[in-house]
């Protein structure tokens, strides 16, 4: 073997090396994240972490299902802003405005993704919350604010995904709808929207993770008390708000049912990316 | 119930419309807002002096180093196990087992929500390795998740450098490396480029990944050990405890105008490159 021939096998070694430094990665964080979370779960119970309602790290009692229904509700909340007005975006770029405008807003759109979400959060404690306090009433920070700023958020990674699928959809497809004689929007309705659906619902997939995910922006406005709110307008507190804002200064038990908090949220992404694997891999076929 | 096609197709174009101009208006006001309140605050000296009095007083000097030494740090690790990733991935081998396994850990790796990021780099590099609150601690936080983007970036930047090319060279009597040192990763570059952009803007935008492993000193920092504050955490503690609106607004000013303006380079550049290829 030559010196040249064996640098190449060595070059080679090295770069599979380095390609499994993703998978590696994400293997240390899941295992670090399971083995400072899981065991306390399993000293007190799944069900008492699962089901409890009373959050009082300080008297060993962990009960995460206000948080848990918390990020479920603001998360939904999210898609009902969100889906909408994300769809309505993308099926006017394709299928109805000019290829001009669809030039000019499409790359805004996506560069609004940018905006970092502590400037969402702000904006939603300088404009949003009071408006909600003096015309609808309550404390103003409410899962109705949390709901429209992670909508707001998640509207770009909509819009730009789902514009895609529908743009994949062949130009056939609609011409044949078109010669039989439907309208544009009935074309889009039952042509081209089926046709891309599978893109359209990963792309909800994405947005439901990045609004369950996000952090920041819902301290900021979502009032972070520890119950399961009665109405739209009472304050809430999510899985992810409650790492941050106790993570400073927990230690022992405390921190460990922060990392339980973090292994729930956890296994909820991991089950919506694989969703959202799955719909796109469908697309693919 | 019937309803007339061509008024239900009149109605849903003006309901479209209506939507995409909230749409539009939402996220256009959202930056006006922050640039009109904020830009007032912002000069020379409110970008050259250090914070005084938590933030109270004076500039962001401080955080503008954290925010470029954090986020060179963090690029410098992650770009080159971006680029060998991809390179193996395009390159050095077929679709098989292991590039199913290594796309898959890459995509999963990008759902990660950052405050795990956050999580698993204060317990890992914080607390258990010792680091501290420290640049050296937030950066590999942010490189790991900044890994994924410039990963995909790179192996589409690479995928679409025609094949002829390596014919070319592999004719000439070129080894792989040097097809893909000399010639591949050249044509590729600005495509790669895209994604390292991507992230850096990612990286600066980033709070939840960055106030637990980074910390939030307001001092000059001094070595990759110290703690440092990046404008975005700088923005979230002054705007969350109140201690000074204005200068909050000055902060977040200055930090959408460096992200946006970093997009609209990565925007540009990808465009001349998809458009030299296709």
Same mark, same amino acid.
């Given at each position: 073997?030559?010196?040249?021939?064996?640098?190449?096998?060595?070059?080679?070694?090295?770069?599979?090396?380095?390609?499994?430094?993703?998978?590696?990665?994400?293997?240390?964080?899941?295992?670090?994240?399971?083995?400072?979370?899981?065991?306390?779960?399993?000293?007190?119970?799944?069900? !008492?972490?699962?089901?409890?309602?009373?959050?009082?790290?300080?008297?060993?009692?962990?009960?995460?299902?206000?948080?848990?229904?918390?990020?479920?509700?603001?998360?939904?909340? !999210?898609?009902?802003?969100?889906?909408?007005?994300?769809?309505?975006?993308?099926?006017?770029?394709?299928?109805?405005?000019?290829?001009?405008?669809?030039?000019?807003?499409?790359?805004?759109?996506?560069?609004?993704?940018?905006?970092?979400?502590?400037?969402?959060?702000?904006?939603?404690?300088?404009?949003?919350?009071?408006?909600?306090?003096?015309?609808?009433?309550?404390?103003?920070?409410?899962?109705?604010?949390? !709901?429209?700023?992670?909508?707001?958020?998640?509207?770009?990674?909509?819009?730009?995904?789902?514009?895609?699928?529908?743009?994949?959809?062949?130009?056939?497809?609609?011409?044949?709808?078109?010669?039989?004689?439907?309208?544009?929007?009935?074309?889009?309705?039952?042509?081209?929207?089926?046709?891309?659906? !599978?893109?359209?619902?990963?792309?909800?997939?994405?947005?439901?993770?990045?609004?369950?995910?996000?952090?920041?922006?819902?301290?900021?406005?979502?009032?972070?008390?520890?119950?399961?709110?009665?109405?739209?307008?009472?304050?809430?507190? #999510?899985?992810?708000?409650?790492?941050?804002?106790?993570?400073?200064?927990?230690?022992?038990?405390?921190?460990?049912?922060?990392?339980? #908090?973090?292994?729930?949220?956890?296994?909820?992404?991991?089950?919506?990316? #694989?969703?959202?694997?799955?719909?796109?891999?469908?697309?693919?076929? | 119930?019937?309803?007339?096609?061509?008024?239900?197709?009149?109605?849903?174009?003006?309901?479209?419309?209506?939507?995409?101009?909230?749409?539009?208006?939402?996220?256009?006001?959202?930056?006006?807002?922050?640039?009109?309140?904020?830009?007032?605050?912002?000069?020379?000296?409110?970008?050259?002096?250090?914070?005084?009095?938590?933030?109270?007083?004076?500039?962001?000097?401080?955080?503008?180093?954290?925010?470029?030494?954090?986020?060179?740090?963090?690029?410098?690790?992650?770009?080159?196990?971006?680029?060998?990733?991809?390179?193996?991935?395009?390159?050095?081998?077929?679709?098989?087992?292991?590039?199913?396994?290594?796309?898959?850990?890459?995509?999963?790796?990008?759902?990660?929500?950052?405050?795990?990021?956050?999580?698993?780099?204060?317990?890992?590099?914080?607390?258990?390795?010792?680091?501290?609150?420290?640049?050296?601690?937030?950066?590999?936080?942010?490189?790991?998740?900044?890994?994924?983007?410039?990963?995909?970036?790179?192996?589409?930047?690479?995928?679409?450098?025609?094949?002829?090319?390596?014919?070319?060279?592999?004719?000439?009597?070129?080894?792989?490396?040097?097809?893909?040192?000399?010639?591949?990763?050249?044509?590729?570059?600005?495509?790669?480029?895209?994604?390292?952009?991507?992230?850096?803007?990612?990286?600066?935008?980033?709070?939840?990944?960055?106030?637990?492993?980074?910390?939030?000193?307001?001092?000059?920092?001094?070595?990759?050990?110290?703690?440092?504050?990046?404008?975005?955490?700088?923005?979230?503690?002054?705007?969350?405890?109140?201690?000074?609106?204005?200068?909050?607004?000055?902060?977040?000013?200055?930090?959408?105008?460096?992200?946006?303006?970093?997009?609209?380079?990565?925007?540009?550049?990808?465009?001349?490159?998809?458009?030299?290829?296709?």
């Amino acid at each position: 073997m030559t010196r040249l021939e064996r640098n190449e096998r060595l070059i080679k070694i090295a770069l599979l090396v380095i390609a499994c430094s993703a998978v590696s990665i994400l293997a240390v964080i899941t295992i670090f994240i399971f083995s400072e979370g899981t065991p306390i779960m399993f000293k007190y119970g799944f069900k !008492s972490f699962l089901l409890g309602l009373d959050w009082y790290p300080s008297e060993q009692s962990f009960g995460l299902l206000p948080m848990i229904i918390g990020s479920l509700m603001v998360t939904c909340g !999210s898609l009902i802003v969100g889906v909408p007005f994300g769809l309505a975006c993308a099926i006017f770029l394709t299928e109805f405005s000019s290829r001009r405008l669809r030039h000019i807003l499409k790359p805004i759109i996506e560069l609004l993704a940018g905006i970092p979400s502590v400037v969402y959060g702000f904006i939603g404690v300088v404009i949003l919350v009071p408006f909600i306090r003096e015309n609808l009433g309550g404390p103003g920070l409410s899962v109705l604010a949390a !709901s429209i700023i992670l909508g707001i958020m998640i509207l770009p990674t909509i819009i730009s995904i789902s514009i895609d699928s529908l743009q994949a959809v062949p130009v056939s497809y609609r011409e044949g709808s078109i010669a039989l004689g439907a309208t544009k929007w009935q074309t889009t309705k039952m042509v081209t929207l089926k046709a891309a659906r !599978s893109g359209i619902i990963a792309s909800i997939i994405l947005g439901m993770g990045r609004a369950i995910g996000e952090t920041m922006a819902v301290i900021m406005i979502a009032g972070n008390a520890i119950n399961i709110p009665n109405s739209v307008l009472a304050p809430v507190r #999510t899985l992810t708000s409650n790492i941050a804002l106790e993570m400073g200064y927990a230690s022992g038990e405390h921190r460990e049912a922060l990392f339980a #908090t973090g292994v729930i949220l956890f296994v909820i992404i991991m089950v919506l990316n #694989t969703l959202a694997n799955l719909t796109s891999a469908k697309r693919k076929a | 119930m019937h309803i007339n096609p061509r008024l239900e197709e009149a109605v849903v174009k003006v309901l479209l419309w209506l939507f995409t101009l909230i749409t539009v208006f939402v996220l256009f006001f959202i930056i006006f807002y922050i640039l009109k309140h904020g830009l007032p605050v912002v000069n020379y000296q409110f970008l050259t002096t250090d914070p005084m009095d938590m933030g109270k007083s004076g500039g962001i000097y401080t955080t503008i180093i954290g925010t470029i030494v954090l986020t060179l740090v963090a690029i410098l690790i992650a770009t080159p196990l971006g680029i060998g990733t991809a390179i193996y991935l395009t390159e050095y081998t077929r679709e098989n087992k292991i590039t199913k396994i290594i796309r898959f850990g890459s995509e999963c790796l990008a759902g990660i929500p950052s405050i795990i990021f956050g999580l698993f780099g204060f317990i890992l590099f914080v607390t258990k390795l010792k680091f501290g609150w420290s640049i050296i601690s937030g950066s590999l936080t942010l490189a790991f998740m900044i890994l994924p983007t410039i990963i995909r970036t790179s192996e589409e930047a690479i995928k679409s450098v025609p094949y002829n090319f390596r014919e070319v060279s592999y004719s000439l009597g070129s080894t792989q490396w040097q097809t893909v040192t000399k010639v591949v990763l050249p044509s590729a570059l600005p495509g790669i480029l895209t994604g390292v952009i991507l992230s850096v803007g990612r990286s600066i935008g980033e709070t939840a990944a960055v106030i637990f492993t980074a910390g939030s000193a307001l001092r000059l920092p001094t070595s990759l050990f110290s703690s440092s504050r990046t404008m975005a955490v700088h923005f979230y503690i002054m705007a969350r405890e109140g201690i000074s609106m204005p200068n909050a607004y000055g902060t977040a000013a200055v930090l959408i105008i460096t992200i946006l303006i970093i997009n609209i380079v990565a925007y540009r550049l990808m465009h001349k490159f998809i458009k030299k290829y296709s």
